[in-house]
């Protein structure tokens, strides 16, 4: 990504987005006085649609919000009462639910449900038809299944045009600055005629990613572990982990990982027990000079 001019975004998750929202951030260096390298600034594009709703936003890492700034933009992700779906469900979602969390685990216990394997989304279908016959509710349908199982909503061929347009407008403004660009957020709403609206958000002074650093402090005798806690709950406290975005953080210093999630993980979990150097030096002084 270092090599790329700007990225621009079509994804459907918001943890993919924060995903690239991260690398493009980590890219990000500062000179002494806090400000961004713009050398290193690599702008990301964002589109996103949902029915007749969309957006298209334009990310600056260091200038504007980025998505961990603006994490309250989007909504939590709709749930439903395990009580409604076990005693008393009222909609075909409710049903598809029901098959899919609890049915499935009663009827098929020890086997993983998979919602890319058409067999297990099938067997969803059938469960939750039964259960809608019985409670008199209609509409059970296998696409319906597969848009809650997945939380996919259908996308709108408009729409989707719409967002695309605004997406390569504001690349080709950022890659020959014949315009000014978007500043930073456009709603794009298509329900009942075509509006749209143009908002300037801030960006959070201390986000955890866009950031020169948030300062975290730490005792002399504090292990890996303690720091990795206090990094999470200074985070949390001050608001910016929303979603747990530093749910088991991973550290570096010096370029080193001291602590790295994922695929180096087993390389590097012996490090959270220890202390820092200088403790360790001062624990267990070296030997004085001989003669």
Not at 53 to 73: N, Q, S, Y
Not at 91 to 101: D, Q, V
Not at 251 to 256: A, W
Request: proline share 9%.
């Amino acid at each position: 990504y270092a090599s790329f001019h700007l990225i621009v975004l079509g994804l459907d998750s918001l943890e993919a987005r924060r995903w690239m929202n991260a690398a493009a951030c980590a890219l990000l260096a500062f000179h002494p006085n806090g400000q961004p390298d713009l050398g290193t600034v690599k702008p990301l594009i964002d589109g996103g649609t949902e029915g007749f709703k969309g957006h298209a936003r334009v990310i600056l890492p260091g200038h504007t919000p980025c998505f961990e700034c603006t994490l309250w933009l989007f909504p939590p992700q709709v749930t439903y009462p395990l009580c409604t779906l076990a005693e008393t469900p009222r909609s075909p979602a409710h049903c598809i639910e029901w098959a899919h969390l609890l049915e499935w685990g009663r009827a098929r216990p020890g086997e993983e449900f998979d919602p890319d394997a058409p067999d297990h989304m099938a067997w969803v279908h059938a469960a939750a038809a039964a259960r809608a016959a019985q409670h008199g509710i209609e509409g059970v349908t296998p696409a319906l299944t597969a848009g809650v199982v997945k939380n996919i909503v259908p996308a709108i061929a408009s729409t989707n045009a719409v967002v695309a347009a605004a997406c390569a407008l504001e690349a080709v403004k950022l890659v020959t600055l014949a315009a000014p660009g978007l500043d930073n957020y456009l709603l794009y709403a298509g329900g009942e005629g075509a509006y749209s609206h143009t908002a300037s958000y801030d960006r959070d002074e201390g986000c955890v990613l866009c950031s020169p650093g948030v300062p975290v402090e730490a005792g002399p005798g504090d292990t890996l572990a303690t720091f990795l806690a206090a990094v999470s709950a200074s985070a949390a406290l001050a608001g910016r982990a929303k979603g747990g975005a530093l749910a088991g953080p991973s550290i570096s210093l010096n370029g080193t990982p001291l602590y790295a999630k994922g695929a180096f993980e087993a390389d590097t979990a012996g490090n959270v027990g220890k202390v820092g150097r200088r403790e360790r030096e001062r624990a267990s002084p070296p030997p004085l000079p001989g003669p």
